[in-house]
T-cell receptor
Framework: EAQVTQNPRYLITVTGKKLTVTCSQN?????MSWYRQDPGLGLRQIYY???????DKGDVPEGYKVSRKEKRNFPLILESPSPNQTSLYFC?????????????FGEGSWLTVV | GNSVTQMEGPVTLSEEAFLTINCTYT??????LFWYVQYPGEGLQLLLK?????DKGSNKGFEATYRKETTSFHLEKGSVQVSDSAVYFC???????????FGKGTSLLVTP
């Protein structure tokens, strides 16, 4: 079954404590991306990756890092989380990144920073 | 830059009512347009898309027509069901064809 898997699904953490949200896809997709979803703001892209070792900033990259060492994995790293990073995070993948391709989303990770 | 404006929600309808969710866009060039749906507790799924002017996207009884003259891509369904309760996002691709700009989402609640 085609899947994008994120972990953890729910996390409460404290300000400044580094955390990583993992994302893995089993479809051999080249393109992967991270979004955050906030009430009244919709989805905003954080980072994306066109292929292994190729990453670029989206609309709201501040406070986040990513890496793409393998095709299937695209972890999102919060080096020093702050309360304004409390949000619902989605990982997504698609075959090539073209918007006309079907984009597959993970189920989301609820992150609360206190 | 590119942007998408959706009608504010929440929208509450009775089962079998007619649904319209308005979406207008601002873009340079010729973007592709999309509607995504997010059911409770799930990620987004592509509902339908249109890649050029006058194209009509359709899926699961939903339709939307790419209107370049009015820069709109309104979502319609003739008879909604309780199972259609979800958040609906209008989106467009940028000129590169890669990045997606999402609207803020419209929450739909269908009551029996």
């Amino acid at each position: 079954e085609a899947q994008v898997t994120q972990n953890p699904r729910y996390l409460i953490t404290v300000t400044g404590k580094k955390l990583t949200v993992t994302c893995s896809q089993n479809m051999n997709h080249e393109y992967m991306s991270w979004y955050r979803q906030d009430p009244g703001l919709g989805l905003r892209q954080i980072y994306y990756s066109m292929n292994v070792e190729v990453t670029d900033k989206g609309d709201v990259p501040e406070g986040y890092k990513v890496s793409r060492k393998e095709k299937r994995n695209f972890p999102l790293i919060l080096e020093s989380p702050s309360p304004n990073q409390t949000s619902l995070y989605f990982c997504a993948s698609s075959p090539t990144g073209l918007a006309e391709n079907t984009i597959y989303f993970g189920e989301g990770s609820w992150l609360t920073v206190v | 830059g590119n942007s998408v404006t959706q009608m504010e929600g929440p929208v509450t309808l009775s089962e079998e009512a007619f649904l319209t969710i308005n979406c207008t866009y601002t873009a340079t060039g010729y973007p592709s347009l999309f509607w995504y749906v997010q059911y409770p507790g799930e990620g987004l799924q592509l509902l339908l898309k249109a890649t050029k002017a006058d194209d009509k996207g359709s899926n699961k009884g939903f339709e939307a027509t790419y209107r370049k003259e009015t820069t709109s891509f309104h979502l319609e369904k003739g008879s909604v069901q309780v199972s259609d309760s979800a958040v609906y996002f209008c989106a467009l691709s940028d000129n590169s064809g890669y990045a997606l700009n999402f609207g803020k989402g419209t929450s739909l609640l269908v009551t029996p």
